[in-house]
């Protein structure tokens, strides 16, 4: 194992980074479309249930797991739980993190088109309809995908060489602050169209009454994935915090962050959604179609405003999504390179070729090779389903049960504590949550969805 391992030069630097990782294309994505499929509000609700309760505590688990081994999330595992099959949770966070990175990097290639796009200002006098036929024959094209999926991947490799402090640090920094001013001038932009009142009401009043089991899978699902949890991303981060990072203030931050923006996020789409009449559970085109429209239409009378918002969205986008590329990246380099001790550009390469090659299949998924089905899913579909539903959960689960149980509690203690010089007011709840109410909530969870209790 190597000790020459870096840290993240500032507190700051570590929120930014943390909630780099989380705040991406889950949060503007996938949120909506989850949320949209599922019925809105009574969704939302459960989500934010899942991100408090569950995520919270599973997340200063990742992070004292991480922080406390200093190592990639397998070799963490071997650390502090040496000649164990806990590794095989590492291993699993290790697949997971390459299968999510090779699907995550065909739709933040998406983002690359549709800034050349809105650069080119091609968005201009197009209605709902075009760009609902534009999107569906971009994403089926056999060609133009591909080569902004590998150009992302190339991008977020460059930055994985750089290193942490240099690259992954420096770049959260700035970024993160101005996403944010832009999704809340969105938010204002989408709440002026007309009939946007629904989109809202969609987002507020919960219908109890479209509940179902799989609603409850796709909200814990998403909490995981928006909170980049269950598969050793943020453990991986934390192995590069500093003694004295307050790790449950940080995951605190972190979730506010992650759930705030999300739900900003909903507050643009749904809105300008409903206004120009396309379904909320259109599905992983939303946005693609929804949100080209709302900068047409928001700004009718200054289309010089409309250039400006569409293009700065387009690139803030394609940014969010890279410092989540650059987490999932890392958690897959930082094992390559020290387990099987090649340096850390090789192991960065095997990741990226492998990811090429995994996303491009994904991608052709979705045109060419659309009649190719495994379970009844196309390998987009099917990547998406197997890594959000199953294996981050499961991941969250075997993360609670092996920090409730396994570790010493003096240990977990000491971690979050740091030393028994921070006071952390929840301390013994959380405890309580990993021990009995995360696994048992997680399992009930699959047990339904799979049809066992009915
Ligand atoms: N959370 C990120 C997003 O919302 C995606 C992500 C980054 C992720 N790292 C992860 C998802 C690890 C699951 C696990 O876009």
Redesign the pocket.
């Known amino acids: 194992m190597k000790n020459d391992r870096v840290n993240f030069g500032s507190k700051l630097g570590v929120i930014l980074a943390s909630a780099g990782?989380?705040?991406?294309?889950?949060?503007i994505w996938?949120f909506p479309y989850e949320a949209g499929q599922h019925g809105g509000a009574a969704f939302i609700l459960i989500y934010l249930v899942c991100v408090f309760v569950l995520g919270m505590p599973i997340m200063i688990s990742e992070f004292l797991i991480g922080r406390r081994s200093r190592a990639n999330t397998a070799g963490a595992y071997k650390v502090l739980a040496p000649h164990s099959p806990w590794r095989w949770v590492g291993f699993m966070g290790v697949l997971?993190?390459f299968l999510?990175l090779s699907y995550?990097s065909v739709v933040a290639g998406w983002t690359l088109e549709y800034i050349l796009e809105a650069g080119v200002n091609g968005f201009a006098h197009k209605s709902a309809t075009d760009f609902k036929s534009a999107f569906i024959a971009f994403s089926q094209n056999p060609v133009r995908p591909l080569v902004w999926l590998i150009g992302f991947l190339l991008m977020t490799h460059y930055v994985i060489v750089k290193g942490v402090k240099k690259g992954i640090e420096r770049f959260s920094k700035v970024m993160m602050p101005l996403l944010f001013i832009l999704i809340l001038i969105l938010v204002f932009c989408s709440l002026s169209l007309p009939g946007s009142n629904k989109g809202v009401e969609f987002l507020l009043h919960p219908d109890f009454s479209k509940v179902n089991s799989e609603v409850f899978l796709g909200a814990m699902g998403q909490a995981?994935?928006?909170?980049?949890?269950?598969?050793g991303?943020l453990c991986t981060y934390a192995s590069y915090f500093s003694k004295d990072t307050n790790l449950s203030r940080t995951a605190f931050s972190v979730g506010v962050i992650?759930t705030f923006i999300a739900i900003l996020a909903g507050l643009i789409i749904f809105p300008a959604a409903f206004s120009v009449g396309i379904s909320p559970d259109a599905g992983p085109s939303l946005i693609f179609i929804t949100l080209p429209n709302v900068f047409q239409q928001a700004f009718i009378g200054a289309p010089v405003l409309s250039y400006i918002f569409s293009l700065m969205f387009y690139i803030l986008l394609a940014l969010a999504?890279l410092t989540?590329t650059i987490?999932?990246h890392e958690v897959v380099t930082a094992f390559i390179h020290e387990e099987f001790d090649i340096s850390r550009t090789a192991a960065a390469r095997w990741v990226t070729g492998g990811c090429i090659v995994l996303g491009i299949f994904c991608s052709l998924s979705l045109g060419i090779l659309q009649h190719i089905k495994l379970f009844g899913l196309g390998f987009f579909d099917l990547f998406d389903f197997v890594?959000?539903k199953i294996m981050?959960p499961l991941g969250g689960m075997f993360i609670s049960l092996f920090t409730g149980w396994y570790l010493d509690r003096k240990l977990v203690e000491d971690e979050v504590t740091n030393g028994g010089t921070l006071k952390v007011p929840f301390l013994k709840l959380y405890i309580f949550i990993l021990k009995y109410i995360a696994p048992i909530a997680i399992a009930l969870i699959f047990i339904n969805e799979l049809g066992l209790l009915s």
Do not use: E, P
């Open positions: 990782s989380a705040v991406g294309l889950g949060n996938r997971a993190g999510i995550y995981f994935f928006s909170l980049s949890l269950g598969m991303c992650d999504a989540s987490s999932m890594t959000a981050l």
